[in-house]
């Protein structure tokens, strides 16, 4: 019974971030089950918490938000703090925040964040237009580089602070 507790307290924490405040702050303490890491997981550092994602071969490595209602925003204004050794990124490729606007039943569009090579913690903010028709999102922060199967780089890319704004 413990597990389920923590589970449905995960959900209402969740809930409750998203339409009090129109802000997605994940608790890397306790992400709620529906969060999906692939070649990911949470470290600390200095006190601190942060998603370390990890170059894998043949997929995606990834942190996987759930699926987020727009709640009619306009925009989403995405902060955070990160650091990664990926040279090049673009949409589909390097480090980079995946953000996929849909409507009931498909992608609308895919946005994106891209992130700079520096090995220092740096802040960013980006703000992206919400498209016609778009009444949810999906985000996932990637380290996305096509390595073949079974290999691995060592290329990695750290997030903190993450703050998704919906504003109307």
Not at 19 to 36: M, R
Not at 41 to 54: L, N, P
Request: avoid cysteine; hydrophobic fraction near 45%; proline fraction near 4%.
């Amino acid at each position: 019974m413990k597990m389920k507790s923590v589970i449905v307290v995960g959900l209402a924490m969740m809930a409750a971030t998203i339409f009090a405040g129109e802000k997605i702050a994940p608790d890397l303490s306790n992400l709620a089950p529906e969060w999906q890491l692939i070649s990911a997981k949470v470290m600390e550092e200095d006190g601190q918490k942060y998603f370390h994602i990890d170059d894998i071969g043949g997929n995606i490595a990834k942190v996987a938000y759930p699926s987020t209602p727009l709640n009619g925003a306009k925009q989403v204004k995405v902060t955070l703090r990160y650091r990664t050794d990926v040279a090049f990124s673009g949409l589909h490729s390097g480090a980079w925040y995946l953000i996929a606007f849909s409507d009931e039943k498909k992608v609308i569009k895919y946005d994106g964040v891209f992130f700079k090579l520096n090995e220092q913690w740096t802040a960013l903010e980006k703000i992206l237009d919400v498209p016609e028709g778009a009444i949810k999102f999906e985000a996932q922060l990637r380290v996305q580089l096509d390595t073949p199967k079974g290999k691995n780089t060592g290329k990695f890319f750290d997030a903190k602070d993450i703050v998704i704004e919906l504003v109307k």
